[in-house]
């Protein structure tokens, strides 16, 4: 079912800081920002190889990545797997008695579906699935 990593979410406070770490430092080129407003943020897109990082940085200090950060620090937040249908996916993954955030699929960044499953479901890391077209 699952593809690839399709990117792994970074939370961070501030992207221009971070994106100085990531493109100075470790020489990736930044390929673009989008702002989601459904999750209350914005995000910046590192690919490497045929995945990337995304970066994360909350545009509401009551948005999830605001809330992670508080509760846990800046870091991974979720890694993200490629699957070709996530309907089918998330009745997989329900039928295997996994615990989802998304019961249905929601818009993510770059024009993805998405959907998350709960961490308590998947040894305490946040796994999305990610269909793109």
Known sequence: MVK????????????????????????????????VEDQKVKVAFLPIGDTEIELLESTDKEGPIARYIEKRGEGI???????DDIEKAIEEMKEKGIRMIDEKPRYGAGGAKIAFLHPKSTHGVLVELCERK
């Open 4 to 35: 690839k990593v399709d990117h792994i979410g970074v939370a961070v406070k501030s992207l221009d800081e971070t994106l100085k770490f990531y493109k100075d430092v470790l020489g990736m080129k930044l390929e673009g920002t989008e702002v």
């Open 77 to 83: 937040q979720h890694i993200a797997f490629r699957v």
